[in-house]
């Protein structure tokens, strides 16, 4: 991939010299010290309209940041499985109402926290079962260890409910999330959670395959997503990108030390929601199935109708009326939920330029996609810093792109 030529951009209705002002603002967040490196690319009516790379993968080895860079997507792990998830739905296995327990028999008769304390967290039965679709929309009731900021989060830390953990088995873990009380009533709020590592589960349940086999095999492989897996091929690791967060100086620090030391090995248990590497070329290729209502390269992976429904928002209305989220991927006033992404719904009240329609979604060490069918537009973001709150880069590349969109 390479910058398009003037005539290019011009026939996808893009502005030259205001796209240009995306590539000094790439090169001051590395001189800056900011960033080590990252890529953007971005696709318009068919055509790559902008594909560039600046900085380095890798400070210790020196190792530049290139589009073939093998990053940690993490949540953007999240589509891709509901999109397997989906391609069951389509197969008449299940329905989106079905209570999950008919499936995973572990989530029957599930309990809510209602207060307490650590000692003794006080439940009441819940009200109805977790759906398919409650799992899909992040309103089951689950939640995240790493929050830290409710007695349900606590008892994740306590149980060990952590789908990125070195031991056990996905069908394990799945069991100990169902052992601890929820969060909120089923539907009755929006928490981002283990939901989707549940629903990897649940494909490899419903589908009788081993989930990373089903996800490599359905829709990895035939999407031609050549650098995608749970674990860095040891032909990928030169390529493999360091991590980083930030010291107490604001300067840049290894996150996870050497970068052969983690995703090195296919992992005990394959996290549908936070567990694939990837590179930008390969995440190209699922935006434009995506846009394309469920096609690519004359491979059909979904129906047309399939895509349209997960790309409508579910909520009653925006995350910010479902309650007060502690922790998502996206701001909260303006924007739905769909079946596995954010769904852009108001940008004047979500405060950014944008699209009704759109979806998006992001990963822990700052990667980022979006995709608006109503411009014809796929945008991805690749870099490796943690958290993904640290810079508002996802804010600042959307003003940049929308703002080069002229016709």
């Known amino acids: 991939m390479g910058v398009a030529t003037d005539t290019d951009l011009r026939e996808a209705g893009v502005c030259p010299q205001r796209l240009a002002r995306i590539a000094p603002w790439m090169d001051r967040l590395v001189a800056d010290g900011r960033l080590a490196g990252l890529s953007v690319s971005m696709q318009r009516r068919?055509?790559?309209?902008?594909?560039?790379?600046?900085?380095?993968?890798?400070?210790?080895?020196?190792?530049?940041?290139?589009?073939?860079?093998?990053?940690?997507?993490?949540?953007?792990?999240?589509?891709?499985?509901?999109?397997?998830?989906?391609?069951?739905?389509?197969?008449?296995?299940?329905?989106?109402?079905?209570?999950?327990?008919?499936?995973?028999?572990?989530?029957?008769?599930?309990?809510v926290a209602v207060g307490g304390n650590r000692a003794k967290i006080e439940t009441e039965p819940a009200k109805r079962p977790i759906t398919v679709r409650d799992l899909l929309t992040h309103t089951a009731g689950l939640t995240y260890g790493f929050m830290e900021a409710t007695l349900v989060d606590a008892v994740y830390r306590e149980k060990g409910i952590d789908f990125l953990a070195r031991e056990g088995t996905l069908a394990e873990m799945s069991a100990q999330t169902a052992s601890a009380p929820l969060l909120a009533q089923p539907g009755a709020a929006w928490n981002y959670s283990v939901a989707t590592d549940v629903l990897g589960?649940?494909?490899?349940?419903v589908s009788g395959r081993p989930f990373a086999d089903y996800l490599r095999e359905e829709v990895i492989g035939p999407l031609g997503m050549v650098d995608t897996d749970f674990h860095v091929h040891p032909e990928w690791m030169d390529r493999f990108c360091a991590c980083y967060a930030y010291d107490r100086e604001r300067?840049?620090?290894?996150?996870?030390?050497?970068?052969?030391?983690?995703?090195?090995?296919?992992?005990?248990?394959?996290?549908?929601?936070?567990?694939?590497?990837?590179?930008?070329?390969?995440?190209?290729?699922?935006?434009?199935?995506?846009?394309?209502?469920g096609e690519l390269d004359g491979r059909r992976l979904l129906g047309r109708k399939t895509v349209a429904l997960m790309t409508a928002n579910h909520l009653p209305g925006d995350l910010a009326a479902m309650g007060t989220p502690r922790f998502a991927e996206t701001s909260y006033a303006g924007i739905g939920f769909g079946l596995g992404f954010s769904v852009m719904l108001d940008p004047a009240k979500a405060q950014?330029?944008?699209?009704?329609?759109?979806?998006?979604?992001?990963?822990m060490a700052s990667t980022a996609f979006w995709i608006d069918p109503k411009e014809d537009l796929a945008v991805v973001l690749m870099t490796q810093l943690?958290?993904?709150?640290?810079?508002?880069?996802?804010?600042?590349?959307?003003?940049l792109t929308y703002a080069a969109l002229v016709d």
């Open 46 to 111: 068919g055509k790559t309209v902008f594909a560039r790379a600046c900085g380095q993968a890798d400070l210790a080895r020196g190792t530049p940041f290139t589009l073939e860079t093998v990053t940690r997507i993490y949540s953007m792990t999240k589509p891709l499985t509901s999109v397997a998830v989906m391609q069951l739905y389509e197969q008449g296995l299940f329905q989106l109402d079905d209570p999950v327990s008919r499936f995973l028999p572990e989530f029957k008769e599930m309990r």
């Open 251 to 293: 300067k840049l620090r290894p996150f996870d030390g050497s970068v052969e030391t983690s995703f090195s090995q296919p992992p005990a248990i394959p996290s549908g929601g936070g567990g694939l590497v990837s590179t930008a070329a390969d995440y190209h290729r699922f935006c434009r199935m995506i846009l394309n209502g």
């Open 386 to 399: 943690i958290p993904s709150s640290a810079l508002p880069i996802r804010k600042e590349l959307r003003v």
């Open 352 to 363: 950014i330029v944008g699209t009704p329609g759109e979806v998006a979604w992001g990963g």
């Open 201 to 205: 589960h649940f494909v490899a349940v």
